[in-house]
Structures are given as structure tokens and as C-alpha cells.
């Protein structure tokens, strides 16, 4: 899988054309490409297309109650 950088790179894609073709917001997009969180239907997208997504926001909220535990 390509980090959504890359798959825009390799397949020539600005943000507002992947946005189209994930049927997604162009903000939503730009943000994934910063790294920003996204939720887990997003990833589902994201995955669907050959793209893979660090964080996702249930991931977020998990690691933010281990650390709270320790």
C-alpha cells in the first residue's frame, strides 16, 4: 500500500481530484495528507484504493487512555 502522498504523486492526482473519486471533502483530503487523524470509514476508503492511513480517530482515543493509565 502507498501513503496517500504517493498515491497522488504516482497516479497525478491534486487533492480536489481524489477527493472526487473517495467522494470526500478536498479539506478532508489535505488533511490526510498532513497526517491529521481520520475516521474509520475514511481508512475504509483509503484501504479500498491501494491507500494506507496511519491514525484513525478510534486509534487516537486508544492511545490516549493507555497513556492516561500508566
Known sequence: ???????KNQHGLSNEKLS???NVSEVAVAR?????EAS????KKLN???IT?????HQRKSV???VKVQ
Open 1 to 7: 500500500m502507498l501513503t496517500i502522498n504517493e498515491y
Open 20 to 22: 472526487e473519486l473517495l
Open 32 to 36: 490526510w495528507s498532513r497526517g491529521e
Open 40 to 43: 474509520a470509514a475514511s481508512v
Open 48 to 50: 479500498a484504493i491501494g
Open 53 to 57: 492511513h496511519p491514525v484513525t480517530r
Open 64 to 66: 490516549k487512555k493507555e
